[in-house]
């Protein structure tokens, strides 16, 4: 349902749910997605019931461009919606862009705050208020849902916040957002804030009020909701909290909330609840950003009874610990465990259970085939490991390098550690041997030999997917160049390989990355 409809529909109490993982997530330091990534999530979103789609600031790259592009001629229900800053060169790439879309919208923005004013735009802002009107008219010249923004809204000025707001509305703005930019607010004062500008603009009637809270300080869930409390009815959030630095507010988190404690917060959304397992595990897979144990919602632990006391209340009620179900975010509480006997059909089963019933017939055969791989190595195969095989086959069929074959020696006679190494690079098989201080020294060796590049490698972690020795290794890279950085991710019974698999995927991710050419901190 579109905006308009729902404010045509009179339903005061619905809450508009923008997501802006692919535009303000991808701008999180790390993270990066390539077309066929970001398709995957669009589509995601729509059949998850995500009312707008933020699928990027088209202004920003070639790819860029082409990805809103093609995410906006395959959108069916969702308004498809682009980033523009407030100019007229970005105002029409952006209208181009998701011209497709049956339902589109432009978000244009500006800097509102003294600070961002003065250092950043270096502009007075009687200028600034000008720029306001005319990017508003020239989007709306393009099309009719214009959303505008007031950049770093939160530290602005009131009286000259109500102007700009006011002046948005006046050009034809439909949805006025006040974003959080910085983190800085806390929900009182932000609620506050949102309702100061609700009463005091004479034309706030004709806009619905959107909130955009970054988590410098924790509180985006925080501060979205209590803006909600005093009239914002939609809010801007992202899968797993992704984006600028702490990232914004969590979607999980907003949707999960609202639905949990309607006794309080007698608000609702349109979100297929049940679709945040399979997106939060989707996004991590594709941008490499493992989720922490402990994180609402989705953590691994969310659901999890450690203490003996806890326990036995589970036994007896569940409720006694867990103030939502499992299934109500898509996380199934599964019998069917799978083996080294476990054939296709239980296979594709655990893959819908798990959230990946979309897959097409050559990923799962791939995912299969590792699956049977694994189970000859270890006993039992659980979720978490089917994930991790998913995540590292269907999700990678489109990167641009691809590991072939790895053969390592190692240990301790007085040799250096060498590898060598099968590489496919856009369809062209090469192979090279590479000796270092240890064993992954000699694997990134080889790999920078047959893909030169100066980046440098910010981090290599390992963890294990399960509890044993037989668990499969997950490996995080993190590698920067030019000041950007990418996470890779790999995983497999071998830690060397899933070394080999993580640093070609931050590559992969790389590739991606040094084709924006609007620096990620977007200045006007
Ligand atoms: O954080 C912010 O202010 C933004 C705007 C572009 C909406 O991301
Ligand atoms: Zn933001």
Request: with cysteine; glycine share 8%; aromatic share 4%.
């Amino acid at each position: 349902m579109s905006t308009d409809r729902i404010a045509a529909a009179g339903d005061n109490q619905r809450v508009v749910i923008f997501d802006t993982t692919l535009r303000d997530g991808e701008q999180s330091p790390g993270a990066s997605m390539n077309l066929e990534e970001k398709l995957r999530v669009a589509e995601g979103l729509e059949a998850m019931g995500v009312d707008v789609i933020e699928a990027g600031f088209p202004i920003a790259s070639v790819g860029d461009f082409e990805a809103v592009k093609a995410i906006a001629e395959r959108s069916k229900s969702s308004v498809i919606c682009g980033l523009s800053r407030a100019t007229r060169g970005d105002i029409a790439r952006c209208a181009e862009a998701i011209a497709p879309a049956p339902r589109k919208r432009i978000h244009t923005f500006i800097s509102t705050s003294p600070l961002h004013m003065k250092y950043k735009l270096q502009m007075e802002p009687e200028t600034v208020l000008q720029r306001v009107t005319e990017s508003v008219s020239y989007a709306r010249s393009l099309v009719d849902d214009v959303e505008w923004s007031a950049e770093d809204g939160s530290r602005t000025e009131h009286d000259f916040l109500c102007r700009c707001v006011e002046a948005a509305i006046a050009a034809g703005a439909r949805t006025i957002n006040i974003p959080d930019t910085v983190g800085y607010a806390i929900p009182e004062e932000y609620a506050g804030l949102i309702r100061m500008v609700m009463e005091r603009v004479p034309n706030a009637d004709k806009a619905i009020f959107s909130v955009h809270c970054h988590n410098d300080l924790g509180l985006a869930v925080a501060n979205s909701l209590a803006a909600v409390g005093a009239g914002a009815r939609q809010i801007e959030c992202t899968i797993n909290g992704l984006g600028e630095r702490a990232g914004n507010a969590a979607m999980e988190e907003i949707v999960m909330a609202l639905r949990t404690r309607q006794d309080a917060m007698a608000y609702h959304t349109e979100i297929k609840t049940e679709h945040i397992t399979k997106m939060s595990r989707m996004i991590s897979a594709i941008t490499g950003f493992a989720i922490q144990p402990n994180k609402a919602v989705v953590g691994a632990n969310a659901f999890a009874h450690e203490s003996g006391i806890h326990q036995d209340g589970m036994l007896k009620h569940a409720g006694t610990y867990e103030i939502m179900t499992p299934e109500s975010i898509g996380l199934n509480r599964s019998t069917l465990v799978l083996g080294k006997h476990s054939g296709r059909a239980a296979f594709r089963q655990k893959l819908a259970e798990l959230g990946y019933g979309d897959l097409g017939d050559n990923s799962v055969n791939e995912a299969f085939a590792r699956f049977k791989d694994l189970a000859d190595l270890k006993k039992e195969v659980f979720d978490e490991d089917i994930a991790a095989i998913v995540d590292d086959t269907a999700m990678r069929t489109h990167d641009r390098i691809k590991l072939v074959e790895l053969d390592i020696r190692c240990g301790t006679v007085h040799r250096p550690p060498h590898a060598k190494m099968t590489l496919d690079i856009d369809g062209v098989t090469e192979s090279r041997d590479g000796t270092g201080d240890g064993p992954v020294d000699a694997i990134f060796k080889a790999i920078r030999e047959m893909v030169p590049h100066d980046a440098v490698l910010e981090l290599y972690q390992v963890s294990a997917v399960t509890k044993g020795t037989d668990a499969q290794a997950e490996v995080t890279v993190r590698l920067r160049e030019d000041g950007k950085s990418v996470n890779g991710q790999g995983s497999d019974t071998d830690t060397l390989v899933a070394s080999a698999k993580a640093y070609i995927h931050a590559l992969n991710k790389l590739l991606v990355k040094r084709e924006k050419t609007v620096p990620d901190g977007i200045a006007v």
